[in-house]
T-cell receptor, first 111, second 112 residues
Framework: SQELEQSPQSLIVQEGKNLTINCTSSKTLYGLYWYKQKYGEGLIFLMMLQKGGEEKSHEKITAKLDEKKQQSSLHITASQPSHAGIYLCGADRVSGNDMRFGAGTRLTVKP | NAGVTQTPKFQVLKTGQSMTLQCAQDMNHEYMSWYRQDPGMGLRLIHYSVGAGITDQGEVPNGYNVSRSTTEDFPLRLLSAAPSQTSVYFC???????????FGPGTRLTVT
């Protein structure tokens, strides 16, 4: 099994609806990252969370970190077609540059 | 700045052939990494480097070699290609004191 489990694997929502993507780690989190990948392209950094209870926002995207549960959630408010893509969570390992990623959540937003 | 560039964008190899995937960044980033992305597996770290002359293995290093002779370049070599190496390869870089990684556009490799 993977170190980082994302759910759901895929999500189809109607434009304007809210949605949540979860990322759960089997190991202690030292830093949790969220990236977005447009189909066929590289990853774009969204935000990084380090402290338990931390919450950050980027436009209509909000991410929270629950350190005790070793879990992070990504919430999109009033989804738009531009939010479509694959969302990946990543986590630092203790050794520094050795980052691990979840398998990703594929989001489709229907106009 | 061009950011992180990767060449080629697409490549088809026969089993047993060798090749080098190129990665370059013009941001003077200390850290560079190579990942492969496979369906249902997310990104897996192959090798990484924290500076010129320093490289280390990631999660899936077997079958790949890297070197870092300059800050800008971090090529990934496939010694003897196997069908299991069919994947999309991403190079990334970041500053040593920053957590934000910049990714290249990827190289789609098929090994037949």
């Amino acid at each position: 099994s993977q170190e980082l489990e994302q759910s759901p694997q895929s999500l189809i929502v109607q434009e304007g609806k809210n949605l949540t993507i979860n990322c759960t780690s089997s190991k202690t989190l030292y830093g949790l990252y969220w990236y977005k990948q447009k189909y066929g392209e590289g990853l774009i950094f969204l935000m990084m969370l380090q402290k338990g209870g931390e919450e950050k926002s980027h436009e209509k995207i909000t991410a929270k970190l629950d350190e005790k549960k070793q879990q992070s959630s990504l919430h999109i408010t009033a989804s738009q077609p531009s939010h479509a893509g694959i969302y990946l969570c990543g986590a630092d390992r203790v050794s520094g540059n050795d980052m691990r990623f979840g398998a990703g959540t594929r989001l489709t937003v229907k106009p | 700045n061009a950011g992180v560039t990767q060449t080629p964008k697409f490549q088809v190899l026969k089993t047993g052939q060798s090749m080098t995937l190129q990665c370059a960044q013009d941001m003077n980033h200390e850290y560079m990494s190579w990942y492969r992305q496979d369906p249902g597996m997310g990104l897996r770290l192959i090798h990484y480097s924290v500076g010129a002359g320093i490289t280390d293995q990631g999660e899936v290093p077997n079958g790949y070699n890297v070197s870092r002779s300059t800050t800008e370049d971090f090529p990934l070599r496939l010694l003897s290609a196997a069908p299991s190496q069919t994947s999309v390869y991403f190079c990334a870089s970041r500053r040593a004191n920053s957590y934000e990684q910049y990714f290249g556009p990827g190289t789609r490799l098929t090994v037949t």
